[in-house]
């Protein structure tokens, strides 16, 4: 459950550095949009009892 809360986390960060850096927003919003899915497949994961939801190889590209 840590693992959907940081994902949480990262998205929320990356949506308030799209209102701030203007120059940069698309990059901070598709990275956004990359921590949602994550979060997404951590919670699909978790429905099915399935306690590493995240594989590491995605864990490490961060």
């Given amino acids: 459950m840590a693992n959907l809360l ?3 986390a990262q998205e929320a ?3 308030i550095h799209a209102l701030t850096d203007e120059e940069h ?3 901070w ?3 956004a949009e990359r921590w949602s899915y994550l979060a997404r ?3 699909a994961a ?3 009892g399935d306690t590493n939801a995240v594989p590491r ?3 490490e590209q961060d």
């Fill in 6 to 8: 940081d994902c949480r």
């Fill in 13 to 15: 960060l990356c949506r």
């Fill in 25 to 27: 927003r698309d990059l």
């Fill in 29 to 31: 919003l598709s990275m």
């Fill in 41 to 43: 497949e951590e919670m």
């Fill in 46 to 48: 978790f429905g099915r």
């Fill in 57 to 59: 190889s995605v864990k």
